[in-house]
């Protein structure tokens, strides 16, 4: 059985997601950053919303919490890490532990950098990773906290993942994202692709998200920056793997 899934706009660019067992109907939210379209596509899917899981701290995906249909008896799960900062934790959380929700079993991956203490949820039986604001459509959080090694880390360790993976991330940055990549790699087909229909998706509204992880492996900037291509296409052929991903994070935060 695989897990349904739904992606909610939030906010002005932010994505929720709810996953449901369609036989028991028990659902499960990840990040809330306001309620009301959460709640609304709980009520429009006959859902029983059982848990909540929070990737990390950030109000944008927290804030929403308090104002869930059933607050009360929602159990809500995160990080041990973040665990003083984030709301009140029913199940604390580290890499690598394991937790079942809507009856399928999610691994955790820490995956720092954008924030330290960030995790991910992987749900490998449904095929879905909840990267939040790690591995993003087309790029990758900016570091508030964490270094470009631990970024680098965490690209490195999500791109490990099959590539059938569903990358469920948290905002709708896709088109800026796509036009940055542009800019590094012009002559990828693969790109040019992608960026006509994530035209196409914007100029009817519809989300970019979530994608596969195999083709943010083609696309993604940041997933390869140990790639000889781009790093020709950089002028830094013999550079670190790292130093790489710090010169591709600088040029997007200035871009």
């Not at 859902?47 to 927290?62: F, I, M, N, S």
């Not at 919490?65 to 990080?79: H, K, S, T, Y």
Request: proline share 5%; glycine share 8%.
């Amino acid at each position: 059985m695989t897990l349904t899934l739904t992606t909610v706009s939030c906010l002005e660019d932010n994505y929720a997601f709810i996953i449901g067992n369609p036989v028991t109907r028990e659902a499960a939210v990840i990040d809330v950053p306001n309620a009301g379209p959460i709640n609304a596509a709980v009520t429009g899917g006959n859902w029983r919303l059982t848990t909540v899981l929070l990737t990390h701290h950030h109000w944008d995906h927290v804030d929403g919490l308090d104002d869930l249909d059933g607050r009360d008896n929602l159990r809500v799960i995160g990080a041990k890490a973040d665990a003083h900062r984030l709301p009140p934790l029913d199940l604390a959380l580290s890499e690598g532990d394991s937790v079942t929700i809507c009856d399928e079993d999610a691994v955790v991956l820490d995956v720092s950098g954008h924030t330290v203490g960030h995790i991910a949820f992987y749900f490998s039986t449904s095929g879905y990773a909840f990267t939040a604001d790690s591995l993003m459509a087309m790029g990758c959080g900016r570091l508030f906290e964490g270094t470009p090694a631990q970024m680098w880390d965490t690209m490195q360790k999500l791109r490990k993942l099959p590539p059938q993976t569903i990358i469920c991330s948290g905002h709708e940055y896709t088109q800026t994202n796509a036009a940055f990549a542009a800019t590094l790699d012009p002559d990828n087909r693969a790109l040019r692709s992608r960026i006509e229909g994530i035209k196409a998706a914007r100029a009817t509204g519809r989300p970019t998200v979530p994608s596969t992880l195999a083709l943010e492996m083609e696309t993604n900037p940041f997933l390869r920056a140990d790639q000889p291509d781009l790093k020709t296409a950089l002028g830094m052929q013999d550079a670190t793997d790292t130093a790489v991903f710090t010169e591709i994070r600088t040029r997007r935060d200035n871009f």
